[in-house]
Structures are given as structure tokens and as C-alpha cells.
């Protein structure tokens, strides 16, 4: 009985430290995410009609924080309309008057939020690319984040 004790003491020992070990692996991850923008789009096609524009960044900020300093950056932008706003959800929409876009603030952690930016792309038009990434760096960069587009 006594070998099995110990035994099982050393497993869950063992188990403990992995998961210690696992858990900073990620920490690491998700440090090396902080601030770095990350886009996806597709230009479309005419028989695919609309595509897509989005960017994706994680802040060290809080989310309120995050949101008001975008909305306050969209209200002083004279080339940008606001469309549509939810502060409880922390949700906006936009417009350049050529492209309608969408952000989303969501709190991940007390002090860590994600911004995401999406806008349409229709084929012949002009990309949203410029507004959403755009609008991602004047949110970092006011509140005192450094960003960078990703590398792929």
C-alpha cells in the first residue's frame, strides 16, 4: 500500500509540473501575440460575388478602455462615419463612405482584450484592407500599445 502511495504522489507530482511547464509554453504563445495584427482577406470574384476584409489584434488593455478610445477615434475622424454603435457589447460599425465596416472589442481577461475589424469587399471596388488595418493601428497606437501586422 505504501508503494502504491507513493507512486501515485509522483504521478500526480509529475502531472503537476507538465502542466506548469504546458502552461508557460503558452504564456510565451500568447506574449509573442500581444500587439501583433493579424489579417485575412479574400478580393473575391465576380461569380463569388462579396468578399471579405479582417484584422485580429490582442491588447494589453482593458476592453472599456479599448472601445472608448476607438469610438473617440471614429467621432474625431472626419472621414469616418459611425453607422451603427453598441456600447454594451462594445460593438461599432463604420463608414469611409465607400466601405462599410465592423468592430468588435471582447474582454478576454481583466487587463487583455482582442479588437476585431471586419469590413466587405466587393470586386471592382476598393479593399477595405487600409480602413480595418488602419483603424487597428490608431486604436494601438493612442492607447500607448505598440502593433505590428504579423508575419506570416
Not at 500526480?12 to 511547464?21: D, K, S
Not at 510565451?28 to 500587439?35: E, N, P, S, T, V
Not at 462599410?100 to 482584450?113: D, H, I, P, Q, T
Amino acid at each position: 500500500m505504501v508503494k502504491m502511495t507513493s507512486l501515485a504522489a509522483g504521478v500526480l507530482t509529475a502531472l503537476f509540473l507538465y502542466t506548469g511547464v504546458a502552461q508557460a509554453q503558452w504564456v510565451f504563445l500568447g506574449r509573442k501575440a500581444i500587439g501583433a495584427v493579424n489579417r485575412l482577406t479574400s478580393q473575391g470574384s465576380d461569380k463569388q460575388g462579396q468578399g471579405y476584409d479582417v484584422a485580429t489584434v490582442l491588447l494589453e488593455a482593458d476592453a472599456d478602455k479599448a472601445y472608448s478610445t476607438a469610438v473617440n477615434l471614429l467621432k474625431g475622424n472626419p472621414n469616418c462615419t459611425i453607422t451603427h454603435r453598441e456600447d454594451r457589447t462594445r460593438t461599432i460599425e463604420f463608414t469611409d463612405g465607400k466601405i462599410l465596416a465592423g468592430m468588435k472589442v471582447s474582454r478576454l481577461e481583466e487587463n487583455l482584450c482582442q479588437l476585431l475589424i471586419s469590413s466587405t469587399v466587393t470586386p471592382g471596388k476598393p479593399s477595405g484592407t487600409s480602413l480595418v488595418v488602419e483603424r487597428v493601428l490608431q486604436v494601438c497606437q493612442k492607447m500607448g500599445v505598440q502593433c505590428m501586422l504579423a508575419k506570416d
